[in-house]
């Protein structure tokens, strides 16, 4: 599956779940989860939302993230970026390419 075709499915869920459920279900995404394995068992490190564009999140995205990393114990991190994937800033911190790498293999 191509990015587009990706995107097309979580749209048409999108659509669906709009359409066919009433205002107080709501539902939103997540972008990422970063897995590693500690011993042998797999170990989710962080919840990740990305922003292209530096755009932000809207304010029920944000407590759902909150809530979820609240719930879970993992931490959460908003992760925006360039087109070019070359600047980025994690939670406000300014990185280029070589230190978000370097950030993202320390989790």
């Not at 304010?59 to 114990?73: N, R, T």
């Amino acid at each position: 599956m191509n990015n587009f075709e990706g995107y097309k499915k979580s749209m048409t869920y999108n659509d669906w779940h709009r359409n066919a459920l009433p205002s107080w279900c709501y539902c939103t995404d997540v972008d990422f989860l970063e897995v590693r394995y500690v011993n042998g068992e797999m170990k989710i490190v962080a919840i990740i939302e990305t922003k292209s564009g530096f755009s932000r999140l809207s304010d029920f995205q944000e407590s759902v993230f909150e809530q979820l990393s609240k719930q879970s114990g993992i931490p959460w991190f908003l992760v925006r970026h360039n087109e070019a994937m070359t600047d980025f800033e994690v939670n406000g911190k300014q990185m280029n390419e070589g230190e978000y790498i370097a950030w993202i293999k320390s989790l």
